[in-house]
Nanobody, 126 residues
Framework: QVQLVESGGGLVQAGGSLRLSCAAS????????MAWFRQAPGKEREFVSA????????YYGDSVKGRFTISRDNAKNTVYLQMNSLKPEDTAVYYC???????????????????WGQGTQVTVSS
């Protein structure tokens, strides 16, 4: 089993920054992609960003391009999401996901992830 634990969420004013972390533990087998999705109240979970195992390929949702940066440290089994220029519409619970078999556009697909964290709340005030 694999456990994913997110941290770093909180309350921030619009224009501010936060850095989320997601640490994987348990029986992880490389390679695996990792990603962030988010879910606002009353909305479906949506793709935010993903990164392949080597870190050489990164993916972003249109609404966060140019503001968010994903990175990972495989020695620590941790993925990060640096969020800058935050907007009230970024308010959501942010979830970390792990995907073993990555191909085509699978990083964008919610159903293709093998494990999920419990989520961390990000609230951006106007």
């Amino acid at each position: 089993q694999v456990q994913l634990v997110e941290s770093g969420g909180g309350l921030v004013q619009a224009g501010g920054s936060l850095r989320l972390s997601c640490a994987a533990s348990g029986r992880t087998f490389s390679p695996y992609a990792m990603a962030w999705f988010r879910q606002a109240p009353g909305k479906e979970r949506e793709f935010v960003s993903a990164i392949n195992y080597s870190g050489g390929a990164t993916y972003y949702g249109d609404s966060v391009k140019g503001r968010f940066t994903i990175s990972r440290d495989n020695a620590k089994n941790t993925v990060y999401l640096q969020m800058n220029s935050l907007k009230p519409e970024d308010t959501a619970v942010y979830y970390c996901g792990l995907q073993y078999e990555t191909y085509g556009d699978s990083v964008y697909s919610l159903s293709r992830y093998d494990y999920w964290g419990q989520g961390t709340q990000v609230t951006v005030s106007s």
